[in-house]
C-alpha cells in the first residue's frame, strides 16, 4: 500500500470517528459546464472516498509571520470526480482544505463544551 493510500484510508477512518462534527456539514458545490450543480457536505465528500490526492505544489503561505513576507508551503489538494446527471461530462472539484490540514483537523478533540458551550 502507498503513501497516497494510506492517508485516504487513514481520513476515511477518521470520519468514522466525527461523524457528529459539525464543520464536516459544510457544504461543497459540484458545477457542470452545462450549468448542473450539486452540493455535498465534506462529510459526504470525504467519507464516500470517492475523493483523490492529489500531487503536492509548492505555493506561497497566506499567513504572514513577524519576519517572513513569503512563505512557501506544500500543498497537496483533494480532489472529486463525479459524472454529470444531466449531460454525463465529468465534474471535477477541488475540496477547499488540503490534505496537510484536513488530518490535524479530524484528529484534534472537539472543543472544550465550558469554554466554548
Known sequence: ??????????????????????FLKNTVELRCKCGF???????DFLSGGEFEIGK???????????????????????????KCSSCGEIIVTVFPISLENIIPM????????????
Open 56 to 82: 503536492p505544489t509548492r505555493t506561497v503561505s497566506p499567513f504572514i509571520s513577524e519576519s517572513i513576507y513569503e512563505e512557501t508551503i506544500s500543498v497537496t489538494p483533494l480532489m472529486l470526480s463525479r
Open 106 to 117: 479530524l484528529r484534534s478533540g472537539p472543543p472544550d463544551l465550558l469554554m466554548y458551550g
Open 1 to 22: 500500500m502507498n503513501l497516497k493510500e494510506q492517508m485516504k484510508d487513514a481520513i476515511i477512518s477518521l470520519m468514522d470517528q466525527n461523524k457528529k462534527n459539525k
Open 37 to 43: 450543480s450539486e452540493k455535498i457536505t465534506y462529510f
